[in-house]
């Protein structure tokens, strides 16, 4: 595909269950990041990636989050034990060159997690 | 270390008239800075940004921000608002691959 693509793009869950949300970069990006957007509020970064290598974790906000990505394309972002304050929309980009931080990140339309 | 800070949750405008959104940003390098929007139930689409080079910077649908490093801002402006306008629109600033988002300023164009 021309973008970044996410899924589900919905995911409703009950507090304590698991949870994984996925991306797809575009094809040929190295660089791939994973955001929380709140209600009404900004982006929160969690997890850069370069190529299969996630040199920043400073962002993931507990050890219940945690996130791999394969063959420098497909990334899942994997949330143990759901909580209610994780309800969010996950945002994913990808841009094109790693390390060099004037690059553009495109972004997926999002997961949005509900957990009741 | 930075950041970005947005001066104004919320922007209302009439059609036609000039829009202003403020950032501010605080970096201990040089920093790149972007402008990305977000139309309801979109994804983020980047605007514009300044890496290096002219420090007036000229995005998509008519939107122009100006790097000021005296002041350490970023502000977006358009000088005719349109209906089509209407959306959130982040400040963001990036260093060594760590971009940091601003909390956004929701804009409202009244007809």
């Known amino acids: 595909g021309a973008g970044v693509s996410q899924s589900p793009s919905n995911k409703v869950t009950e507090k304590g269950k698991d949870v994984e949300l996925r991306c797809d970069p575009i094809?040929?990006?190295?660089?791939l990041y994973w955001y929380r957007q709140r209600l009404g509020q900004g982006l929160e970064f969690l997890i850069y990636?370069?190529?299969?290598?996630?040199?920043?974790k400073s962002g993931l906000p507990s050890d219940r989050f945690s996130a791999e990505r394969t063959g420098e394309s497909v990334s899942t972002l994997t949330i143990q034990r759901t909580q209610q304050e994780d309800s969010a929309v996950y945002l994913c980009?990808?841009?094109?060159?790693?390390?060099?931080?004037?690059?553009?990140?495109?972004f997926g339309p999002g997961t949005r997690l509900t957990v009741l | 270390a930075q950041s970005v800070t947005q001066l104004g949750s919320h922007v209302s405008v009439s059609e036609g008239a000039l829009v202003l959104l403020r950032c501010n940003y605080s970096?201990?390098?040089?920093?790149?800075l972007f402008w990305y929007v977000q139309y309801p139930n979109q994804g983020l689409q980047l605007l514009l940004k300044?890496?290096?080079?002219?420090?007036l910077v000229k995005g998509i649908n008519g939107f122009e921000a100006e790097f000021k490093k005296s002041e350490t801002s970023f502000h977006l402006t358009k000088p005719s608002a349109h209906m089509s306008d209407a959306a959130e629109y982040f400040c963001?600033?990036?260093?060594?691959?760590?971009?940091?988002f601003g909390a956004g300023t929701r804009l409202t164009v009244k007809p």
């Open positions: 094809s040929g990006h190295t660089a």
């Open positions: 980009a990808s841009s094109k060159v790693s390390g060099r931080s004037g690059d553009t990140q495109y």
């Open positions: 970096s201990s390098v040089p920093p790149y």
């Open positions: 300044y890496t290096t080079g002219a420090t």
């Open positions: 963001a600033v990036s260093r060594n691959n760590d971009m940091r």
């Open positions: 990636f370069q190529g299969n290598s996630a040199p920043d």
